[in-house]
T-cell receptor
């Protein structure tokens, strides 16, 4: 069974600081997603990482993928308050004709002014 | 393009009652998924429709849960009878068929069983 471990579960950081969220998964995947969720809202797709060494950046967020280590990271640079949300990684696996996402537990990020 | 719509956004029911959740996917998306997040844990897969057919229902917790997608358009997820442990947020997602298409999620239905 595919396991996706995300840490930390909770992260409280000051504005202007840098931090990294980690996502480890237990088996080969086809794609890795990072999502953001604001309270009561849908899951917003931030990044899709397809191959080993992939790095994508959008504003203060940067995601990377190491398929050999089965590790993805979401790095936050110079955090600002509006980045406060819950972040999920999810591994997309295609197996026996079925394709579905397996999620990590999520990281609740709170940016303190 | 309109997004994935879920209804209701919130539902509070008593243990033993029945609740039906609805998901309207994006038009043209053959794939429809149901997921659930219980008590701050990870979001877990429930089932996957391709058009009107159940492709994978391995995540359905028990036979109190019944999902349908008549005509391959919207889907319903019925919980009957509801138990306390069914409380959580139920997400629906849709996706086009094909290797490079991502998932679009609805905003979820928060179900509270009291």
């Amino acid at each position: 069974e595919l396991k996706v471990e995300q840490n930390p579960l909770f992260l409280s950081m000051q504005e202007g600081k840098n931090y990294t969220i980690y996502c480890n998964y237990s088996t080969t995947s086809d794609r890795l997603y990072w999502y953001r969720q604001d309270p009561g809202k849908s899951l917003e797709s931030l990044f899709v990482l397809l191959s080993n060494g992939a790095v994508k950046q959008e504003g203060r967020l940067m995601a990377s993928l190491d398929t050999k280590a089965r590790l993805s990271t979401l790095h936050i640079t110079a955090a600002v308050h509006d980045l406060s949300a819950t972040y999920f990684c999810a591994v997309d696996v295609y197996l026996f004709g079925n394709e579905k996402l397996t999620f990590g537990t999520g990281t609740r990020l709170t940016i303190i002014p | 393009e309109a997004g994935v719509t879920q209804f209701p956004s919130h539902s509070v029911i008593e243990k033993g009652q029945t609740v039906t959740l609805r998901c309207d996917p994006i038009s043209g998306h053959d794939n429809l998924y149901w997921y659930r997040r219980v008590m701050g844990k990870e979001i877990k897969f429930l089932l996957h429709f391709v058009k009107e057919s159940k492709q994978d229902e391995s995540g359905m917790p028990n036979n109190r849960f019944l999902a349908e997608r008549t005509g391959g358009t919207y889907s319903t997820l019925k919980v009957q009878p509801a138990e306390l442990e069914d409380s959580g947020v139920y997400f629906c997602a849709s996706r086009r068929t094909g290797g490079r298409y991502g998932y679009t999620f609805g905003s979820g239905t928060r179900l509270t069983v009291v």
